[in-house]
């Protein structure tokens, strides 16, 4: 039976023109990728511009990729992108520092918003500039460009209960607050200016979080705040946070544990004798013969 055959290396090899999404959709050039993801994060977080690491880490891809780095030189030097106004202008073609062209910022030109202006993204950005009626069509808005689901939660439980910290917050949906989606979802809130520290209620060790008034269309439309009580935020957070102190606990126990027994074998004459280390007694037996 013939084996069937390789394909060869050309075959194999991508065009840079050619790259496709890793979701199955349809194959979409490496520029297209690179604006409309630019698209993406100047609409989510509220920003005209980013620059090329920030897209890169954003698609969890390695910056260092030629094909992808070649691609954003060509947007610059066809127009479609420029350095950003509120950027000092790359000169340099150097990935060093904070204005590099891999490094700076930058934003769309006319002309690249008319190559990424797909009829979705152009609708969400449409939505951005344009101001909402009520509280309500805002808090629509706000769910609609979060990042991930954490997200959303965070938002619902500030609009609901009010101040809460980091912590408290973590606790009621269940999770830690170091958790990379609940950290970005916290942070990208925050970056919108949707989530601010409550100086009045900043007085239990930890700074207190609530909705700014920026999420509402009047800061009267506030609803009143059902407060949780104090003994199930407690009772959260020993679930969430006693856990993971015993096990730190368990841990350190466990490491001092193996350290006692080390140094108890190392001090003990008759665990070295069994390990065949003779002891002094031995060696006086052992000359007398």
């Not at 106004?85 to 769309?108: C, H, M, Q, R």
């Not at 979060?146 to 101040?163: E, S």
């Not at 700014?212 to 957070?237: C, G, M, T, W, Y």
Request: charged fraction near 30%.
């Amino acid at each position: 039976m013939k084996r069937p055959k390789r394909s060869s290396r050309a075959e194999l090899t991508v065009s840079p023109k050619k790259a496709k999404k890793t979701v199955g959709d349809k194959a979409h050039s490496i520029a297209d990728l690179l604006l409309s993801t630019m698209v993406q994060m100047q609409v989510k977080r509220n920003k005209s511009c980013t620059s090329y690491t920030s897209i890169m880490k954003a698609r969890k891809m390695n910056d260092r990729n030629t094909p992808w780095r070649k691609e954003w030189r060509s947007l610059i030097e066809e127009g479609f992108i420029q350095p950003a106004s509120v950027s000092k202008p790359a000169t340099s073609n150097s990935d060093g520092g904070g204005n590099g062209i891999f490094t700076g910022n930058y934003e769309l030109t006319e002309k690249g918003e008319d190559r990424a202006g797909t009829p979705e993204m152009k609708a969400i950005k449409n939505m951005i500039e344009t101001e909402a009626e009520t509280s309500e069509e805002q808090h629509a808005r706000i769910r609609k460009i979060c990042m991930n689901n954490r997200t959303v939660q965070i938002f619902d439980l500030l609009l609901k209960h009010g101040p809460l910290t980091r912590k408290e917050l973590a606790a009621t949906i269940g999770i830690s607050d170091r958790g990379a989606p609940f950290s970005y979802g916290l942070r990208q809130l925050k970056e919108l200016g949707y989530v601010v520290v409550d100086a009045k209620n900043s007085g239990r060790g930890s700074k207190a979080l609530i909705l700014s008034d920026k999420a509402f269309v009047d800061p009267k439309d506030r609803p009143r705040e059902i407060h949780i009580d104090p003994q199930i935020l407690a009772a959260n957070l020993e679930k969430v946070y006693g856990r993971e102190k015993r096990a730190a606990a368990a841990a350190k126990s466990s490491s001092l544990s193996i350290k006692e027994e080390k140094v108890k074998e190392e001090s003990n004459p008759a665990i070295k004798n069994e390990e065949g280390t003779p002891s002094p007694v031995q060696k006086e037996d052992d000359s007398n013969d």
